[in-house]
């Protein structure tokens, strides 16, 4: 039987609440800066919640030929095109007229229809009183909408404009599952390579719903913390004291590439992207079994998939978002996957410093598992003064720790009862 | 070697019918479904037609009353969704199998059940629930705030959430396994197959539910298709001179793809089997839907070469054809490039039902296969005189009957992504 294609990680991309690029990013990580704080893209204050993690100073510009582009493209969108950009140019290769049809796109995108502004605009023209007057919609008084508008807010508006600006000419697809899609997004990117659908994929997440919609439908949930003059200690994943989740925004994107033609270009090589397990929790719509039912399965998967044995992974970046539900369940489901190992495997959710990104967040999550073989260091839980006693695990606490890493695990769950685990190993420990 | 990926289930709703026998019998017969915009007051609009299915409520398709009554609270695309893919599970005989089976044997099967669905993502009109507060507000965000808790429910986000059908199959179901949601517009009900078919052959599962589901009719996306020069006011004539764009409609459909060896472990009857895939973009910007053929005949190519078939053994093709002139031409073009002589039997069956976008692969997979069943292919009921470009196709506005048992279905979408499926008929019942 023919041996199954590796899969290298050659390039990463980020553009988050912490820093506009990879270094940025990665250096506040270690240093623990917080990027939460009081929402300042708009007016907060008559919502329960009004701090959020958000990108700041940003701004995208393509070269002169794709300015064009621009037009299309929605904050979430913009975002992504820049980190994908960033994914790119770290890879040293993007695609040519010889090779575009084996490049693929895969990208978990947010869920938002319309953008808050365009939103605002077509209720001022045709739900003047509330109600659409859908008459007014075919009335040039009114003012029409906006077709280019239209184009900005389909779902692979991200995708489309990531394969016209690259000039990706194969597999392309935006999935969505809630908070599993950044992750899904890049082990679909690994199953691309592996089945021989594209030799190289810009893999990744992207979303935005630090805007008013976003911020009323968490809020109505209930699911933010509201802990609004502490932004900084607001996400605590793990804590005793944890209240809910804190909205981030950005991007993270990867270039996967197949392993063999990664290694004879000399590529650098962050690590090997080596499992990729799914599950559904088949529970309720917003949690997952306490038993950890799901997440389980989804962790084993992935494992299996890397041909990897759980005592091998030396670091999780957990989902932690810093709810009750969801880090309990995740707990029980790290200490029936590891076993004896769960005392021993580090575990820190870097959602404590840069918010909950929701369809990027897995993405991100992945990009910085990638960091952290690369450098031996792992990024470190903040805010984690007094663990859950239901959250029993051994976790990177107050600093970051140097040490090299064989494997590394990454999860990410959703709403909708979606789960996703990626497990990452040791270029150095790729062994043919 | 590959094990094949076989079909086991299908089921499709669209405005031609509730079934898929149904709706192959209609367009045999010729009809087209449509109707007039009756959702809201579409008096002062341009466009009148649609092709909406009547009364959906997700009544009678799961026992548990609970359930019901949340998927009550769904949107439409979720409900239509539930129902061809709970249909096509009670078709495949799956529940059956797994309540014969002990908890322990029942857990590792759920495990090994994966789920893929495409749609449409979020629809325009769920945001209409915050008009409400936004005209209350007028611009000041503390009133619009202020108003949430009397205009919007409370679990908004959770009623919207893409990946509802996902949820609720699962939880409907028990299934565990596998899973991802494909918003890519046109080309995300036959990503749901194809997603599925890989996810078997990869070993991630031993049987896939796949999803294709739609609901685009609704004022925000028939204003802007119609301002985008993409609606006919006429009647959808795919490969026609006179084709003058689409008509909408919503549906869904769902297969059940299993590995032989489960297929045949659980004595399953197999009613087709996938042969391959393939897919491309043509990078071309996000409201493109198809310039030059190369992408679609591209797409063509990698799928026939998957499957090990060559063009002369296709016995019919399922055009995208949504009777919008430029990407019917470009899609002529790319078969006429890929087929020459060995031109099959090439037919779209939008004309009777509609575009209905993210399902529209699904549904055309589903009836592809029926049509392989009934060796009997319906005709492009609307055809009066094929287009210049599009001549060398082998279409009929009449039914025709189909000599083979291959066919191959093509889906677009915005961003000229293409997809091309190869799927076959067993004769005998094995494939």
Redesign the interface.
Known sequence: MPSRRRVAITGLGLVTPLGNSVEETWRALLEGRSAIAPISG??????PVRIAAEVKNFSYAPPPPYRK?LK?AARHVRFALAAATQAIEDCGQSPRPDN??RWG?VAG?G????NFDD??R??RCF??????A??L???PAAG??D?IA????????G???M??R?????????????CASGG?AIG?GL?LI??G?ADMVLAGGFDSMVN??GL???????ALSDCNDTPSRASRPFDRTRNGFVLGEGAGFMVLEEWESARQRGARIYAELAGDG?????????DSHPSGD?PI?AMR?ALRDANAQPDEVGYINAHGTSTIMNDRSECAAVNAVFGLHARRVQVSSTKSLMGHLIAGAGAVEAVICALAIHHSTLPFSANLEHPDPQCDLNFVRDRPVQCRLGLAMSNSF?????NNSLVFRNPEDVRQ | MNEPIVITATEAICASGTSVAQIHRELLAGHTAFTPLSQWDSSAWPVPLAGGVPNIDGAGLFDDRRLLKSIQRLRRTDLLGLYAAARAVANSGIPACSAALDESARIQFNERTAVYTGCGGVGYYYQYDFLPALAAADGDLRRFADKLGATVNPTWLLQSLPNNVLCYLGIAFGFKGANTCITNHGTGGAQAIVEAYYALRAGEADRALAAGHDCPIEPEIILNLYRLGLLTTDAIRPFDAASSGLIVGEGAAAMVLETRSAAAARGARVRGEVLGAGFSTEAAGVLSTGASGDGMAAAIELALGEAGVAPAEIALIVAHGNGTAASDRSEAAAIRRVFGRDMPVVTSFKWAFGDTIAAAGAIDAALALECLHAETVPGIATLRQPDPGCAELNLSASPTRLRGNLALVLSRGFGVMNCALVIKAPRDGHS
């Open positions: 708009f007016d907060p204050s008559g919502f582009l299309y575009a049809t796109c995108s869920m938002m229809a319309n939103l605002v077509f209720q739900a003047a009183n509330g109600r659409l859908t008459r919609l075919f009335d029409m909408p077709p239209y184009a900005r807010n389909q779902p692979n508006a995708v489309a404009l394969a016209q690259f000039g990706i000419r194969g597999y392309t697809g935006a999935v969505h599952t809630a899904q679909r199953r592996r089945r659908s008013p919609i009323a439908a968490f809020s109505l949930l209930g799914n599950s559904l929790s088949s529970y309720r719509i917003t799901g399965q998967e959703g709403f909708g009862g979606s």
